[in-house]
């Protein structure tokens, strides 16, 4: 018999998953848009009529507050105790970063499973997360990615796609890392590269800063030194990589793009969350299969 999988909550990433999910189980669908399901996916139009399932899939993050679920089309508050309780005993449920809601698993004494940690999940994510970085300078920027002089910081997963699909499209491209290796990998690529150490002293040369390091390293100091007319773009997670109120002050251009593949490539990055997931239940054995 097919396991049972309900999909709550999210963003239009997760009705694409639960048409992926639904070639080899019975999938569920609670607050999410019809658009994006294809007929195999079960809507549920009220709560009440949610069945008892094996996988809990949320959305990331899980929850802002630890007692709803985040889920932006829904008609309906989603209650996460609501929705533990439609779990069985055994069930797993997988979500990306659960925060306050982890609390509530854990006392219910529910499995979890962070597919966002899970280092496979990453790398897969840095596809449409630095395509989708691309589309916004496009549509943010006065000019050509072609002759931009554009700043990368950090060389990890997104800033090693997106520093030399930048440098294909004919920009001058700058990759900042603390780390010597970091930034002779960012020069075997045909970038530039600088110390962050050097910040300040570089940072009113660029059109495009783009940052995608999860602290905060763009400081007033630095804004400071920032051209008025160039485009921050901000690619990390919370709490981000910016200075906000510093950068209200002095007026920058700053863009925060949260969530990004699930705005510009939802299904790619559904398939991806998807993968993840089918991926972690191969492993468990042959009661997921």
């Not at 018999?1 to 048409?19: F, N, S």
């Not at 804004?223 to 109120?245: F, T, Y």
Request: hydrophobic share 45%; proline share 4%; aromatic share 6%.
């Amino acid at each position: 018999m097919k396991k049972t999988i309900l999909v709550a909550g999210g963003d239009l990433r997760y009705g694409y998953a639960a048409q992926a999910l639904a070639e080899k189980f019975d999938v569920f669908a609670v607050g999410l848009a019809r658009q994006s399901l294809s007929e195999k996916i079960r809507l549920i139009e009220s709560p009440a009529e949610i069945p008892t399932c094996d996988i809990l899939i949320l959305p990331m993050p899980v929850s802002d507050d630890g007692v709803l679920v985040n889920a932006p089309f829904s008609q309906n508050n989603l209650s996460l105790n609501f929705l533990t309780a439609k779990l069985k005993s055994d069930g797993l449920a997988f979500g990306g970063k659960f925060g306050k809601a982890q609390k509530l698993f854990d006392e219910a004494n529910i499995e979890t499973i962070d597919y966002l940690a899970r280092e496979e999940m990453s790398t897969r994510n840095a596809v449409p997360t630095a395509e989708g970085a691309v589309q916004l300078m496009l549509e943010e920027m006065p000019r050509t990615i072609y002759g931009s002089r554009i700043l990368i910081l950090g060389f990890g997963r997104i800033g090693k796609y997106l520093a030399p699909l930048l440098y294909a499209m004919g920009a001058d491209v700058t990759v900042a890392a603390r780390d010597v290796v970091k930034r002779a990998q960012a020069e075997m690529t045909g970038c530039k590269s600088i110390a962050f150490t050097e910040l300040e002293s570089y940072a009113g040369e660029f059109d495009v800063i783009c940052n995608t390091v999860p602290a905060q390293v763009i400081t007033e100091n630095i804004l400071e030194k920032i051209s008025p007319d160039a485009l921050i773009l901000d690619l990390a997670s919370r709490p981000g990589g910016v200075d906000w109120e510093a950068a209200q002050t002095l007026g920058k251009r700053v863009v925060w793009a949260l969530s990004l593949p699930g705005k510009t490539a939802p299904v790619t990055a559904g398939e991806i969350i998807a993968t993840t997931i089918l991926h972690i239940l191969e492993e468990r054995g042959a009661d997921y299969a």
